[in-house]
């Protein structure tokens, strides 16, 4: 493809590698460690033979460091050795989530669930080394805007790379795929564009499904065949779509086109001039872009966890470290640049 100038007067042209405190959000948890430390106060073992003074002291450590916010601490009240409990471990499951819940012996005591303190510490150093930026921007229920062009082979990288963070924190921030406001890759891209729009507005759940299906062979239409997508209001959204925003029109028309050479694609112009978006992917959290390579499902769940004010306790695990491979495909590539359309 013939380099042009983009709307920064850059040269736009797709690039590739080859050619160019982890916090708790959840009271329960503070509960728990409430309870296992009668208020913050370690007066109690809890573990047969009892537990050293380092033990309590690293205890101690990580509750501040990691438990609770920076304007509050607790203070070690006193440590009675004497008394230690014996409990017996056992297993509930809420919903679709197990919990390891610890019972004392007597029946008096009961741990609903625990804090593993070492795989809490392992996955804030695996976060650390995403090398996330300080002054990302935090809310409470984060937004994050993954803008690409549906065939950009680093798009559909990235939307491989965000589909495991958005099965993992979807009850927890807004995560939305969106579109760059031009195309670079044929009239199919202004289509499945306007398909994964109106998927995605209709049900975030079916598009989740559907774009698992899309980003392995591109077979729109069994993706909506298995997604259970119905193809009359799709349609229906389409043409709607598609007549509001002069999409085929402006196709036809070449004058239209940015440079000369990019079909425009406005459905979400507004987004992109206010987030000033120049290629596929952008990302974008609390409207801040943010650049996060290499692209692992791990490293953009680190970037997402660290623009929570509190973090869920999701963000304890750890993801896969892989990264896709650029297109269409299952697998995994041996470089970690990040290549754009841009």
């Not at 304007?71 to 014996?86: C, M, Q, R, W, Y």
């Not at 085929?248 to 440079?259: G, I, Q, R």
Request: proline letters at 4%; charged letters at 25%; aromatic letters at 10%.
């Amino acid at each position: 493809m013939e380099d042009t100038l983009n709307k920064k007067g850059k040269v736009k042209k797709c690039t590739c590698p080859s050619c160019s405190k982890i916090g708790s959000a959840i009271l329960f948890v503070l509960l728990v460690v409430s309870i296992f430390t009668n208020g913050f106060g370690v007066k109690s073992l809890f573990i047969k033979g009892g537990s050293s003074q380092e033990i309590i002291d690293n205890a101690m450590t990580f509750i501040n460091d990691e438990l609770l916010p920076p304007d509050s601490g607790a203070t070690l009240e006193g440590v009675d050795f004497k008394e230690k409990i014996e409990v017996t471990k056992f297993q509930i499951k809420i919903a679709d989530k197990t919990y390891d819940s610890f019972v004392s012996q007597n029946g008096e005591y009961l741990f609903p669930d625990v804090i593993k303190m070492a795989e809490a510490l392992e996955a804030k150093d695996i976060q650390g080394s995403a090398q996330v930026p300080a002054d990302i921007v935090k809310a409470d229920e984060p937004n994050i805007d993954l803008f690409i062009m549906s065939y950009c082979p680093f798009g559909l990288q990235a939307q491989k790379t965000m589909l495991p963070v958005y099965d993992l924190l979807k009850d927890k921030a807004n995560i939305k795929m969106r579109f760059v406001d031009y195309i670079m890759h044929d009239k199919q891209e202004l289509d499945e564009n306007l398909v994964q729009y109106c998927i995605q507005s209709e049900s975030l759940e079916k598009y989740r499904d559907y774009l698992y299906c899309f980003v392995e062979d591109g077979d729109s239409e069994k993706c909506l065949l298995s997604a259970n997508v119905d193809q009359g209001t799709l349609n229906s959204c389409v043409t709607g779509l598609d007549r509001e925003y002069n999409i085929s029109a402006d196709y036809e028309d070449k004058d239209t086109w940015l440079n000369g050479t990019y079909p425009k694609f406005d459905v979400e112009k507004d987004l992109n001039e206010l987030y000033n978006v120049g290629g596929s992917p952008t990302i974008i959290i609390n409207g801040q872009a943010v650049n996060i390579n290499p692209r692992t499902p791990e490293n953009y769940k680190a970037f997402i966890c660290q623009s929570f004010n509190i973090q869920p306790e999701e963000c304890l695990e750890t993801l896969s470290t892989d990264t896709p491979v650029p297109s269409f495909g299952t697998g995994v590539s041996s470089s970690s640049d990040d290549g754009s359309c841009d």
